[in-house]
């Protein structure tokens, strides 16, 4: 199987430079890399093209560039979706850096698992902030506790991620390897066979970025039962914006 990296990019000029890096970094290269530009500014635009020239110059990857008729992310991975020729579509923010193995790593959870549609990694800064709570006074951990059950709804279940009733997701607990099939996964870093988008797509009426449209997209996979979706701690990316 060959997967095809789609980047919605808006601004970022000098983060993006350090994604593409961790890109031609990757142990498992991608069959090509679809960039979708957000930018209104003409300036950005020009920015982007010489990144792109320079970066292709030293890397000979297939680099494709898309307009996106307005600032949005839905429709940028909308753009790139159709377009991509790769059997898995690897969504990827422009202020992401992988490890070398991240996509070695997931594409090889395809091979393995026949129904499985979608999949993702986990952020170190994720990780990072919940050791930060075993530092927290006996107060503190009870407001962060009261904190997550507001947003989650439920306090006590750490084992699997699930979207709540107030459409919050939660994660596993993190400070742990871990390995579960999820209810939702993220368009920061994850990846998703591409046959889905012949009968899905990411809302367009969304703009500019939302949390909301990779929750809408997987969690309607979810519902529909579509096919397995995993989040492993396996692979790992760092979202540094």
């Known amino acids: 199987m060959q997967y095809s990296i789609v980047i919605p990019i808006y601004k970022r000029a000098d983060i993006f430079q350090k994604c593409l890096t961790s890109i031609s970094n990757q142990i498992l290269e991608p069959l090509e ?25 030293k890397n000979k990857y297939n680099i494709r560039i ?4 307005k600032n949005s992310g839905a429709i940028a991975r909308n753009i790139g979706a159709k377009n991509a020729r790769g059997d898995v579509v690897a969504f990827l923010d422009s202020d992401v850096i992988l490890d070398n193995n991240y996509y070695s790593i997931l594409m090889s959870y395809f091979e393995s698992y026949k129904d499985l549609i979608a999949i993702q990694g986990i952020d ?13 006074n006996i107060v503190d ?3 962060y506790s009261l904190e997550q059950f507001f947003e989650t ?3 006590f ?23 579960t099939q ?7 870093a994850g990846l998703f066979k591409r046959e889905l988008f012949k009968k899905y797509s990411f809302p367009k009426e969304f703009i500019t970025y939302s949390n909301n449209e990779y929750l809408f997209f997987s ?5 529909n039962k579509e096919g397995k979706m995993i989040y492993t701690s396996k692979a790992k990316y760092r979202d540094i914006q």
Request: aromatic share 12%.
């Open 141 to 143: 951990k009870f407001i």
């Open 66 to 69: 898309f307009k996106s008729p």
């Open 33 to 57: 890399i679809i960039i979708v530009n957000n930018n209104i500014d003409q300036s950005e635009t020009d920015k982007l093209k010489s990144i792109l020239k320079n970066f292709n110059i």
């Open 153 to 155: 709804s439920l306090i």
């Open 157 to 179: 279940n750490k084992k699997r991620p699930y979207v709540s009733p107030s459409l919050a997701v939660a994660h596993p607990n993190v400070l742990e390897d871990f390995e």
């Open 219 to 223: 969690y309607s996979l979810f519902l």
């Open 124 to 136: 170190y800064a994720l990780i990072e902030s919940q050791n930060q709570t075993k530092k927290f």
């Open 182 to 188: 999820s209810e939702w996964i993220s368009t920061c």
